[in-house]
């Protein structure tokens, strides 16, 4: 502990904008990064939901981010599904997890929009006791009646789409989920109503955008007040794009409880616009927090014993410090859960949207999150310095890319894999001849960080080490140390340096 500590003091004292995504693959197994004085380091895939083998119906797709919890049995529970069955995988451990194709929650599917049961994700859960689990539910309105959207069409293949948040209780360990009648299940509708009319005079379609509150991440428990908090993500009706959400709440059972952040802090009751009238909903919208810093990241949460500070680990198309936008997995750190460092980056993906398809060659992944599963809660919300990255990919990879799935776009076949990841705060040592060619930079007294970058990325550093941005050097033989200026707020122009 004290050795941790001592190097989380000397990493607060010393935060520097360093060399982001030099990548030295040093193996086809085994991805080592440097970003921001962090080394990460992630081992080879391991398929944890193989859909080939073990899907219960065409759409058994893991189309959320994949939540893990221990039930009162000592059963490991994994879901990541979606409509209509919401299936989830039992086992004693990730290696083993076998398929219930009973149906954790039927979706009700039910067409009303002011009942707000539509199709339904179970997208987050939490338990005290192993016994009774709580989950945060994404609801997924596609309007089939309006002629602008696809009459009779109530699946995500409707464009028309209309969000909120709801809730559901097991009292079984997560074998099966009930929902309150409606409206009590509700903790986070969205003040507009449906309007399939687009509100934006610009907009290109004649449909509206998606918008409500939707994407639920796991809860976690805050490690001081006791409340437990979600992120979530808001798109809004005006096209005015995504952004990140929190709310908390002191009591799970009871949905209305819920409070969002209001900018100042969590006082903010989300109403439901078909219980009362909102003579302006604008000003009932959730507070954003953290924009210019995590963009839309929101996908899971927990407290990292390694950093000591909350993590968010989140999918995002993000600029990067020389201003390269890169589509990935990143991770923030935060002592409060409202500000966030600028994320490091984890992991690149391929997505059918520029500026995402420009490498083909890279996986179609997404829902991201890092969860230990030696740790000793139930909700796994406590990481460290180890743990597993674990996400959805497509399973082009294993030879069998399955039939065309119309609501996606593309193949059915979608995995659930994890890979091996740690973490490393790179302390100082003696530089000798295997570090030549390593960017050095250094972090104060005691700790420095280190990047084997090509030839143009050093010459760009350097650049920016020119204009005064950081002061850096390489290290022809490993003797030479370079300096760095101090401070978080040391940045280049537009924040991203």
């Given at each position: ?29 085994e991805?080592v ?9 992630l ?14 119906r ?20 994994l ?55 709580h989950a ?41 989920f ?23 005079p ?29 992120m979530f ?136 999150r ?62 000798s001849?295997p ?26 550093l ?6 005064g ?15 760095a ?13």
């Amino acid at each position: 502990m004290t050795r941790i500590m001592s190097r989380r003091r000397l990493w607060l004292m010393s935060a520097i904008m360093i060399a982001q995504g030099c990548v030295d693959t040093t193996s086809s197994a085994e991805t080592v990064l440097v970003d921001k004085g962090v080394k990460i380091t992630l081992g080879s895939k391991e398929i944890v939901y193989d859909w080939e083998l073990s899907h219960c119906r065409l759409e058994d797709l893991p189309d959320v981010v994949p939540q893990f919890f221990r039930n009162h049995l000592g059963e490991l529970i994994l879901v990541a599904a979606g409509p209509p069955k919401n299936f989830i995988s039992v086992g004693s451990s990730p290696a083993n997890l076998i398929r219930d194709c009973t149906g954790a929650m039927d979706s009700e599917e039910n067409t009303d929009v002011t009942v707000m049961k539509p199709n339904q994700w179970i997208s987050s859960t939490y338990t005290t006791d192993g016994a009774t689990v709580h989950a945060l539910i994404h609801d997924e309105y596609h309007d089939p009646f309006a002629a602008a959207c696809s009459p009779g069409v109530f699946s995500p293949a409707n464009p028309c789409w209309y969000n909120a948040i709801s809730s559901a209780r097991s009292t079984d360990g997560g074998h099966t989920f009930v929902q309150p009648a409606s409206p009590s299940h509700l903790v986070a509708p969205f003040p507009f109503k449906w309007d399939p009319k687009p509100l934006a005079p610009d907009w290109p379609l004649t449909y509206p955008p998606a918008y409500g509150y939707m994407e639920p991440s796991n809860i976690i428990r805050h490690q001081s007040d006791g409340f437990y908090y979600a992120m979530f993500r808001r798109n809004d009706i005006d096209y005015g794009g995504s952004k990140t959400c929190i709310m908390r709440t002191a009591d799970l059972s009871d949905a209305a409880s819920w409070r969002a952040w209001d900018g100042a802090g969590f006082e903010l009751k989300m109403v439901n616009p078909y219980e009362e009238e909102l003579p302006d909903p604008a000003s009932q919208l959730c507070a954003p927090i953290a924009k210019a810093t995590i963009g839309e990241m929101h996908s899971n949460l927990s407290y990292n014993t390694y950093f000591n500070e909350y993590m968010l680990v989140g999918a995002d198309v993000l600029p990067d410090q020389d201003g390269e936008v890169r589509c990935g997995f990143w991770f923030s750190l935060s002592p409060d859960l409202i500000t966030w460092e600028e994320p490091r980056f984890l992991l690149e993906f391929f997505a059918p949207f520029a500026p995402c398809d420009a490498n083909s060659d890279v996986p179609g992944i997404g829902y991201p999150r890092i969860v230990d599963f030696n740790a000793p809660d139930p909700n796994f919300e406590i990481t460290g310095q180890e743990g597993w990255l674990v996400y959805a990919a497509d399973g082009y990879g294993d030879g069998n890319q399955g039939p065309y799935n119309p609501d996606f776009g593309g193949a059915f076949d979608t995995d659930v894999v994890r890979r091996p990841i740690r973490f490393e705060l790179v302390a100082v040592g003696a530089l000798s001849a295997p570090w030549a060619g390593f960017l050095v930079l250094s972090l104060g007294p005691g700790l420095i960080a280190f990047s084997r970058c090509s030839a143009a990325r050093s010459a760009t550093l350097a650049t920016r080490a020119e204009r005064g941005w950081l002061s850096s050097q390489a290290v022809p033989g490993g003797d030479a140390e370079a300096s760095a200026r101090h401070g978080r707020g040391d940045r280049a122009p537009g924040g991203w340096g």
